[in-house]
């Protein structure tokens, strides 16, 4: 179950077709948001796994990242987090 709900995708690694996950101890724990304040990525270069603002971030404030594409429909959306997460979202 905490692959499943904490797993954050690193794609594919050179040469190998299979894409690949890593659960990580900060990262893994952030938060759903329909509206993120940061987004996740995967740096090869580095063999780690970063977060980015994507705007400025108050003092205090959470931060919060998307579990799944923001276009789709809202209902698709709350079906996803339901089934995959457990949760409702209230965004």
């Known amino acids: 179950?905490?692959?499943?709900t904490n797993m954050m995708?690193?794609?594919a690694m050179p040469g190998q077709l299979m894409h690949?996950?890593?659960?990580?101890n900060d990262m893994s724990r952030v938060n759903h948001s329909c509206s993120p304040n940061a987004v996740y990525r995967w740096?090869?270069?580095l063999f780690?796994?970063?977060?980015?603002?994507l705007r400025a971030i108050a003092p205090g404030e959470e931060i919060?990242?998307?579990y799944l594409d923001t276009c789709l429909p809202y209902a698709a959306r709350q079906?996803?987090?339901r089934e995959?997460?457990?949760f409702t979202c209230t965004c």
């Open 1 to 4: 179950g905490i692959i499943n």
């Open 9 to 11: 995708s690193i794609g």
């Open 20 to 24: 690949y996950g890593g659960v990580f």
């Open 43 to 45: 740096d090869l270069e």
């Open 48 to 53: 780690a796994g970063e977060l980015r603002a």
């Open 64 to 66: 919060t990242i998307t």
């Open 79 to 81: 079906q996803i987090l």
């Open 84 to 86: 995959k997460y457990s």
